[in-house]
T-cell receptor, first 115, second 114 residues
Framework: EPEVTQTPSHQVTQMGQEVILRCVPI?????FYWYRQILGQKVEFLVS????????KSEIFDDRFSVERPDGSNFTLKIRSTKLEDSAMYFC?????????????FGPGTRLTVL | AQSVTQPDIHITVSEGASLELRCNYS??????LFWYVQSPGQGLQLLLK??????LVQGIKGFEAEFKRSQSSFNLRKPSVHWSDAAEYFC????????????FGAGTRLAVHP
């Protein structure tokens, strides 16, 4: 069964550094998402992406965050000038057509630790 | 504002016992409702979803959920729990329309005693 993959599984960085989290969505999917889960808290929506543009973003997704689909398979989340509060599990998801009844398929997550 | 509440943070059941995980939502219209499960080291896997029609929804792994509009609830059930069901379960609500953003509850961690 096709699945969403994410690398790395765990990323440790120093505060102020830049990180790039990588995701490979399911190949025929057109809509891509990032969510995050701070330890002990809810899974929160960050951003959705379609046709090489951001469709929607949350208030968490400030100007330090960016997303990109650099090629036909990868979908990345970049965080510049990382802060301690960016430490979280980051989930990538993809869906086929983004319609009301569509299903989002999630990757296993990348645990980001900012020291 | 849309929100999802899962009142139970941790639940422990014995293997073979029945299970019900609670989920309440706040939404202005009929929402799209989902249950996901996360096993250790795994991503969020969809168990079932409700969009319209029959309010009792069947999912994978023997799970079912019932949408009750009057109670704003979408509780997940399983008649007989297996040790492999130990995981964290998330209820989520989706907003009708494209680019469906999911709003998650805090999750319920299920432990299964042999």
């Amino acid at each position: 069964e096709p699945e969403v993959t994410q690398t790395p599984s765990h990323q440790v960085t120093q505060m102020g550094q830049e990180v790039i989290l990588r995701c490979v969505p399911i190949s025929n999917h057109l809509y891509f998402y990032w969510y995050r889960q701070i330890l002990g808290q809810k899974v929160e929506f960050l951003v959705s992406f379609y046709n090489n543009e951001i469709s929607e973003k949350s208030e968490i997704f400030d100007d330090r965050f960016s997303v990109e689909r650099p090629d036909g398979s990868n979908f990345t989340l970049k965080i510049r000038s990382t802060k301690l509060e960016d430490s979280a599990m980051y989930f990538c998801a993809s869906s086929e057509d983004g319609t009301n009844t569509d299903t989002q398929y999630f990757g296993p997550g990348t645990r980001l630790t900012v020291l | 504002a849309q929100s999802v509440t899962q009142p139970d943070i941790h639940i422990t059941v014995s293997e073979g016992a029945s299970l019900e995980l609670r989920c309440n939502y706040s939404y202005g219209a009929t929402p799209y409702l989902f249950w996901y499960v996360q096993s250790p080291g795994q991503g969020l896997q969809l168990l079932l979803k409700y969009f319209s029609g029959d309010t009792l929804v069947q999912g994978i792994k023997g799970f079912e959920a019932e949408f009750k509009r009057s109670q704003s609830s979408f509780n997940l059930r399983k008649p007989s729990v297996h040790w492999s069901d130990a995981a964290e379960y998330f209820c989520a609500v989706g907003r009708p329309g494209g680019y469906n953003k999911l709003i998650f509850g805090a999750g319920t961690r299920l432990a299964v005693h042999p």
